[in-house]
């Protein structure tokens, strides 16, 4: 892969704290349970897209005598996963910058390479995949799950949460995105090469109180506050005023007992070449 590829889509969320109070509640159980039952102690990792690092420091605590290596395109945020890992007392894991189109490391390099809710963010998914094919030792694993957007649903009707899935769909394709990448997963790991693919999918589910009221509140936030409020704004999508309407139907749909919000997540596990069993004698070489 030339160095000189890069990544071409918008992040369209950024990382405002709206936007981070979402990404450290996730954790290896609730957004990469289709991937745990394949972790073996002594794995070596890559965890693309990792954000502030909880679910990389999940992985970590999963695989002891291994190592998790946590890439990100954003500086910034490496500093709070590398607090996270401190924080837990993990001296297997390291962090770096770099570009999924273009990864950082010598063929062959992981066990398992992971990414949650990254290629919907890229400018070509099936290229990202084959740097993480690349990377991933023969008989490892490709792990990817994606939201998708036209698919999530929610109770009751709201016109406000039909306005903001429409916005933000139009957003996220003119930064180079797609949205509605959990569906694509299995297409994309196809056209990249792989052949060994099992295709799955889970959920998220807001419904109690206190997940109505985080749900909304953060999306809320999101609407207004987040990078994505400025690419709204700035590219014609929508005014000031249609944004703060949107947040308040968030709100709205928050304060409902009836409330219910389901994400879908389309998920692909890819293994590569080799039987599992030449892939544990690798990972436990350490080699």
Known sequence: MPAASRETAVYTHGHHESVLRSHTWR???????????????????????????????????????????????????????????????????????????????????????????????????????????????????????????????????????DDWLDLYRRVARAGGGEPDAGRRLKSWALAAGLTDITATSSTWTFSTPEERRWWSELWADRTVLSSCAGLAVEGGHAAHEQLQAVAGAWRDWGARDDGWFAVLHGEILCRKGAMKSEMRATSMSGG
């Open 27 to 161: 954790t290896a159980a609730n957004s990469a349970g289709y991937l745990l039952g394949s972790l073996e102690p002594g794995m070596r990792i890559l965890d693309v897209g990792c954000g502030p690092g909880t679910i990389t420091a999940d992985l970590a605590e999963l695989v002891p005598g291994g190592h998790v290596t946590g890439l990100e395109r954003a500086p910034g945020v490496l500093e709070q996963a590398r607090a996270t890992a401190a924080e837990r007392g993990l001296t297997n894991t390291d962090f770096t910058v770099g570009d999924v189109h273009a990864l950082p490391f010598p063929d062959d390099s992981f066990c398992v390479v992971h990414a949650h809710q990254v290629l919907q963010h890229v400018g070509d998914p099936v290229r990202a995949l084959r740097e993480m094919r690349r990377v991933t030792r023969p008989g490892g694993l490709i792990a990817v799950r994606d939201s998708d957007y036209a698919a999530m649903t929610w109770y009751p009707p709201s016109k406000g949460l």
